[in-house]
């Protein structure tokens, strides 16, 4: 049996007539770039992440850069995040001339530990930005309360969390902004690239709004210098015809979550699978099942490869050791926790279309892996 770590065209089968309906659309009124698809969009999302306001833009790393580019943020400015992340997390800040301020996770959510937050704030920090990592909330309560304390802004990087909740607050709904990406593997994934910027502060949106169109308050009239990021409404067609389904997807998800964790507690293994460990009062929508193995890592991935079952590291380099990111000063030790994911942590496949029999395989591999 083969086992792939995600399996789109399964999913397309079930909306295949949605979408091509939806694209059709788009096709015949020719209208490519915004317009009324792209105006539906953002108003569906921002109702489905609890927020008065959503804009669209080409992609999730271009969400973070918008929403830094409207606070102003630049040269001279810190911006406390995650090294445990994609890489996009960090970019956003770095290409705008700010720093990145890392500070370690949390070894159970992998999460931002906020307790470290207090010792990396200085008079240069302007914002603090959670990731939702796998499609779990940080730790929401005691970042807001810190941010409002210290007078610093929250950005939630989302991209992994659409619908995703704390205490009932949808991510993207709680911080100043929330920054999704459509990427086709989210589990609200596009045709290609794009992304959305929540917020309920309309000043804000107004400016992200006129920074993805070359800071244009019209075509020709340019009262700052932005970027070209918007979401082209083909792109929006897609994502409207799958919204609707996406709490069935995510919901799928969560219960196969389940099943993998009962199956790997009941295997009996004789060496150590942590599974993932779900905060109290939260929804995770499981964009990763992601499980820790202390020993034997990767000999447990390549054992899983002879058997066909796919998987992957999420991430196996650390942001704060990333060669681009050399000139900051950090080095192997500095953040031990999220350097510890690094190694011994992975993702088995998981997509709302995963079969019982397929999760049975993927653990019985598991199994019968001899360390």
Known sequence: MKVPLIDLQAQFVSIRDQVREAVDRVFETQMFVMGPEVAALEAEV??????????????????????????????????????????????????????????????????????QIPAAISSRTRVVLPVHLYGQCADMDQLLELCKSKSLTLIEDAAQAIGAEDRGRRAGSMGLAGCFSFYPTKNLGAAGDAGIITTSDSDFATRVRRLRVHGGLTEYQHVEVGINSRIDAIQAVVLRAKLPHLDGWSNARAQKAEVYSHLLEGAKLNFRVDPPFIKSGTRH???????????????????????????????PIPLHLQECFKYLGYKEGDLPEAEKAARETFALPLFPELTAEQQEYVVNAIKDFRP
């Open 46 to 115: 921002a109702g489905y992440c609890q927020t008065t306001e959503a804009i669209g833009c080409a992609s999730g790393s271009d969400a973070l850069l918008l929403a830094f580019m409207a606070l102003n943020v630049g040269p001279g400015d810190e911006v406390i995040t995650t090294p445990f992340s994609f890489f996009a997390t960090a970019s956003a800040i770095a290409r705008l001339g700010a720093r990145p301020v890392f500070v370690d996770i949390d070894p159970l959510t992998y999460n931002l530990n906020v307790n």
């Open 285 to 315: 929508i499981f964009h990763q099942y992601v499980i820790r193995v202390p020993d034997h890592r990767d000999a447990l991935m390549e054992h899983l490869k002879t058997r066909d079952v796919a998987t992957k590291v999420y991430y």
